[in-house]
């Protein structure tokens, strides 16, 4: 039987029952109705009419108004005979109330309507319990009819909730467990079901289909083998080591070049987490604790593993497995692979760089040292006095040696945070000693704008935990800045505020500002903001960030394009670091 079929019976079946038992209730209430109507509407009256002629027969002595009022009943009566033999009852009433007006004081007339009305009055009397018989006997068949129809139709919805929502969920409910068999590449499911109709149809075609699919994946098994064995060839002969990982974080592949620098055997690695291993292998636990972290917490530092009878650089780049399954709207993570490129002839190169860098600055300083020291011999009236021309010449000579000290600074600065050679020497100093110099070694050229000094530290603000030299490096760095920066007539503030366990240096100028987009480059290495006119290598802020965050300081910047940038950095209080 089909779904709709099965369906359009148990709704109709159901339909015909309340049909049935609303039209059985209805008929037996009718016949309840009409029986005991002729029992009020008949029998009641005339017993009523025969006790208002009994009344009036009692007054006519007395009252000759009785006699209108006994007419008058007997009238109603004459017109309201139901039952056999009150015809002729009602009759001899009539015979002998013609009689009594004739004879108004004859006891035996009266005597004989007496009799007659008493006999009306047994005739109605047994009618009503006739009626009243027959109506319990029908209310006793209505209530056995009905409650026979009820508990049938009870029996029957009762049979059709047990059955009815089972055979139509049953057969969905096993269809559904079969495709997700099907849907986890269990191709030999099969469903195997007796009911007919469209679920016949559709477990035939299921099946159908469930065979066509284990027939092909069968035949393709061979190739999905041939190209495992390619893509597995393909990794053990990448020159960069790479460790496959499961969606469980245990390693399913791994090359040779991955043995060879964790010096680990394939059965020390294949089938067991990455947890397991890091246990076992300091390098494995270096290179595998990304795996657990988000992508955004992982490092990008280069790890330094001695390979090649060297020491050697490699950066390690953790991807994530992603894909969406088939029918589904989120993605899953089914693995992770690391990748380590070696870098070390890069390391090399910016080794060599480094020290070329620093080489040359160091080699920098001698004759720039010579020249400002002929600068000054220059300058010295007691050589000889110099003309305007002369003296012009002089002053850029003076500039440009100045200049090239800086950069040679700033550069020999650089090579220090390369190396990784930077001495920080912590400890507890004072907050105004490192403004006073920072704010004498950039007052010369804020004279030249005629720029002026705004400095307010707060009360709390007295001494900070670090290196005071790399500290007033920087400020004088952000000094020179907005002095370069800001517009003639202009203040520049110097602010020092303690911000929790942390006090904060703000250098605020009122100069043309940064633009957004170029907020998060500021600080990048040899960037310098695309149609700025001054001069500048574009490593002090660089510099400057290295300085602090050696320090465990935070450095940025706040800038409104327009009305002037605010530089700041902080570092540790001195009592917190009692703390």
Not at 65 to 90: I, M, P
Not at 92 to 97: C, E, L, P, T
Not at 179 to 192: D, L, M, S, T, V
Not at 400 to 416: A, F, K, V
Request: hydrophobic share 40%.
């Amino acid at each position: 039987m089909k779904i709709k079929t099965k369906l359009t019976f148990g709704v109709g079946s159901l339909f015909l029952m309340i049909f049935l038992l609303a039209a059985l209730s209805g008929w037996y209430v009718n016949r309840l109705k009409k029986d005991t109507a002729n029992i009020l509407t008949a029998n009641y009256n005339t017993l009523l009419y025969a006790k208002n002629m009994l009344l009036a027969l009692e007054e006519i002595p007395v009252e000759k108004a009785a006699f209108t009022s006994f007419e008058v009943n007997l009238d109603k009566q004459r017109k309201n005979v139901t039952e056999v033999g009150e015809q002729q009852t009602t009759n001899a009433i009539a015979k002998h109330f013609l009689q009594l007006k004739d004879k108004p004081l004859d006891d035996t007339v009266v005597s004989s309507i007496r009799k007659d009305i008493a006999l009306l009055m047994e005739q109605n009397m047994t009618a009503i319990s006739r009626k009243s018989i027959v109506a319990d006997h029908t209310a006793e068949h209505a209530i056995l009819v009905i409650s026979f129809a009820g508990a049938l139709c009870f029996i029957i919805a009762f049979i059709l909730l047990v059955n009815l929502p089972s055979n139509i969920a049953d057969p969905i409910a096993r269809l559904t467990a079969s495709i997700r068999q099907i849907a986890g590449q269990n191709y030999k499911e099969r469903i195997e079901l007796q009911s007919g109709g469209e679920f016949a149809e559709l477990v035939t075609s299921f099946n159908s289909m469930a065979e066509k699919l284990e027939e092909y994946a069968e035949s393709k098994v061979e190739k999905i083998l041939k190209e495992k064995k390619r893509i597995e060839s393909l990794v053990d002969h990448m020159r960069d080591p790479v460790i496959g990982f499961d969606e469980d974080r245990r390693v399913i592949f791994v090359n040779e070049e991955a043995l060879r620098i964790t010096n680990l055997h394939k059965d020390q690695l294949l089938g067991r987490s990455a947890s397991a291993v890091s246990e076992e292998n300091d390098l494995a636990k270096d290179i595998f604790k990304d795996l657990f972290l988000p992508v955004a917490n992982r490092e990008k530092n280069a790890i330094k593993i001695y390979a090649d009878d060297r020491e050697s650089y490699f950066e390690k780049d953790v991807i994530d497995i992603n894909v969406l399954p088939t029918g589904e709207l989120e993605p899953k993570l089914i693995g992770q692979v690391v990748i380590l490129k070696n870098i070390t002839p890069f390391k090399e190169l910016d080794l060599a760089k480094t020290n070329f860098i620093g080489t040359v600055s160091h080699e920098f300083k001698t004759p720039i040292a010579a020249i400002q020291m002929g600068v000054q011999l220059l300058e010295n009236e007691q050589i000889g006095p110099l003309n305007t021309e002369q003296l012009t010449l002089l002053n850029g000579i003076k500039d440009d040696s100045n200049r090239l000290l800086q950069i040679t600074g700033e550069l020999l600065n650089m090579t220090q945070v390369e190396s990784g050679s930077i001495q920080i020497n912590l400890h507890a100093t004072e907050i105004q000693p490192i403004i006073d110099y920072a704010v004498m070694a950039n007052q010369f050229a804020a004279n030249q704008k005629n720029i002026h000094f705004a400095i307010e530290v707060a009360p709390t603000a007295k001494s900070i935990f670090a290196d005071n030299e790399k500290t007033a490096w920087v400020l004088t760095n952000f000094l020179s800045n907005a002095v370069r920066y800001s517009y003639e007539d202009s203040t520049i503030r110097i602010t020092v505020e303690n911000i929790g366990l942390k006090t904060r240096f703000t250098v605020k100028d009122n100069g043309q500002g940064i633009e957004a987009k170029y907020l998060e480059k500021i600080f990048a290495r040899y960037f310098r903001v695309p149609g700025s006119k001054k001069g500048g290598t574009g490593l002090g802020l660089s510099i400057s960030k290295e300085f602090i965050e050696a320090q465990g300081g935070e450095i940025g910047v706040e800038s409104d394009y327009g009305a002037g940038s605010s530089f700041y950095f902080s570092l540790r209080s001195a009592a917190s670091n009692e703390i």
